[in-house]
């Protein structure tokens, strides 16, 4: 039987960022039996701030896990790591440094280099990092994505073109996404069906609409298509997101 997204809605975005920190530190405790790194990859948004909150508390009582985990990006805007629209550059100040996360473990998308550059150097960090499945793709052992009021999910928008540095990569490049930056780095398909656990965190308002959408499975969403990929994925919804 395929098994159905797991919906838990909850009244606003702390107690969402909280759920949600929980679980993806559970979820890293049990990828620890693995000797291969931990992995995860981080997103930006309006839940960032208390989601990182979360896992810095909960990460600074697990020193164990810490040094065991490496952190990698679900998406980035190509713009230097200290712009204020870098996803990096937030989860550097408010989580990576206050974990006292060596650099080594902080695999950050170059988005001050061309684009295609930028993804094939991802790609590679995560290869050499990730345990590989039967099919050759790194599996991130946690990946955290939002959802637009589009639908979309990390730089996936719907009716734009990921080109790819080859054609198993799992970073690619959006040349003309519709929020600005139009640039963007993003993981691809081929890794978000390796990964081994997929939590969205969908909250703000104007998202009812995208996000019955997808639930009843149109495809022309990125989120829908992530779900019929992906149909473990764990959703994590704020009342706000649910309000026409």
């Known amino acids: 039987m395929t098994p159905e997204p797991r919906v838990q809605v909850f009244t606003d975005a702390t107690a969402l960022a909280?759920?949600?920190?929980?679980?993806m530190v559970a979820c890293l405790q049990a990828a620890r039996v693995n000797p291969c790194p931990v992995t995860i990859a981080l997103s930006g948004g309006r839940v960032a701030?208390?989601?990182?909150?979360?896992?810095?508390?909960?990460?600074?009582a697990r020193p164990e896990l810490v040094r065991r985990?490496?952190?990698?990006?679900?998406?980035?805007?190509?713009?230097?790591?200290?712009?204020?629209?870098?996803?990096y550059?937030?989860?550097r100040k408010h989580?990576?440094?206050?974990?006292?996360?060596?650099?080594?473990?902080?695999?950050?998308i170059h988005g001050e280099l061309p684009p295609m550059e930028a993804a094939a150097l991802a790609d590679v960090a995560l290869r050499d990092r990730a345990e590989t499945t039967c099919g050759g793709v790194p599996a991130l052992d946690?990946?955290?994505?939002?959802?637009?009021?589009?639908?979309?999910?990390?730089?996936?928008?719907p009716n734009c073109r990921v080109e790819l540095p080859h054609p198993s990569s799992t970073y690619g490049v959006v040349q003309d996404a519709p929020k600005p930056p139009p640039v963007r780095i993003t993981l691809t398909w081929h890794a978000l069906t390796a990964a081994r656990n997929i939590l969205v965190l969908v909250a703000g308002p104007g998202k009812a609409t995208a996000f019955q959408r997808a639930l009843q499975g149109d495809t022309a969403l990125p989120l829908a298509r992530l779900l019929r990929m992906r149909p473990d994925t764990r959703l994590y919804v704020e009342n706000d997101a649910l309000r026409k």
């Open 18 to 23: 909280a759920a949600a920190a929980a679980d």
């Open 89 to 91: 550059g937030l989860a």
């Open 49 to 60: 701030m208390p989601l990182f909150r979360h896992l810095a508390s909960l990460l600074a």
């Open 69 to 87: 985990l490496h952190w990698f990006w679900a998406d980035e805007r190509a713009v230097p790591p200290d712009h204020t629209d870098s996803n």
């Open 142 to 157: 946690v990946v955290w994505l939002g959802m637009g009021e589009d639908g979309h999910v990390a730089s996936l928008f």
């Open 95 to 108: 989580l990576l440094e206050p974990l006292h996360i060596p650099p080594g473990q902080q695999h950050r």
